[in-house]
């Protein structure tokens, strides 16, 4: 899966990537999830299409006269080049030193490439194995003043495989 996101709220439990999840598709071509059924915390995330791949826009806003601590976990299952891998298996997949932010995985046999770059700064980002992808997953500590909001941006970029 692309882009699942699980919540955990001041000391709650993590939510589920589907707890509470209503979609709608916009006139302009975007795709917005919102998560509005959280106690005084609203969670909107619009995915665009870009040249280059996909913008997603998360818009948290704490509804509470207090301060809220967020934890989110951001997880993404990327194979770059599904063909290759197919015939190259797993092991055709990296995960490229980060750069500026960005976690890119890249597939060693074309040079193809998918990278995710935060608008901030992961707190911690690993990585899991799957059969034919490899999922990779980060990680953001929040904090939200009372009645405020934050705007984080992720970009899913993809770099093509090489011309042979």
């Given at each position: 899966g692309a882009l699942n996101d699980w919540l955990t709220?001041?000391?709650?439990?993590?939510?589920?990537?589907?707890?509470?999840?209503?979609?709608?598709?916009?006139?302009?071509?975007?795709?917005?999830?919102?998560?509005?059924?959280?106690?005084?915390?609203?969670?909107?995330?619009?995915?665009?299409?870009?040249?280059?791949?996909?913008?997603v826009e998360y818009e948290l806003r704490n509804l509470a006269d207090r301060p809220r601590r967020v934890r989110w976990r951001l997880a993404s299952e990327l194979a770059p080049d599904y063909?290759?891998?197919?015939?190259?298996?797993?092991?055709?997949?990296?995960?490229?030193?980060?750069?500026?932010?960005?976690?890119?995985?890249?597939?060693?046999?074309?040079?193809?490439?998918?990278?995710?770059?935060?608008?901030?700064?992961?707190?911690?980002?690993?990585?899991?194995?799957h059969l034919l992808g490899l999922e990779l997953w980060a990680a953001f500590e929040i904090d939200l003043a009372p009645l405020a909001g934050e705007v984080i941006t992720l970009t899913l970029s993809v770099t093509p495989a090489a011309a042979p």
């Open positions: 709220v001041d000391d709650e439990p993590a939510l589920a990537p589907d707890t509470f999840l209503d979609y709608r598709f916009e006139a302009d071509g975007v795709v917005s999830y919102l998560n509005a059924l959280l106690p005084e915390l609203r969670v909107d995330k619009r995915v665009s299409l870009t040249p280059a791949g996909l913008q063909t290759a891998a197919l015939s190259g298996g797993r092991s055709t997949l990296v995960l490229d030193p980060p750069a500026g932010g960005a976690l890119a995985v890249r597939n060693t046999r074309t040079g193809a490439a998918l990278a995710l770059t935060p608008s901030r700064p992961w707190t911690a980002y690993g990585l899991a194995e």
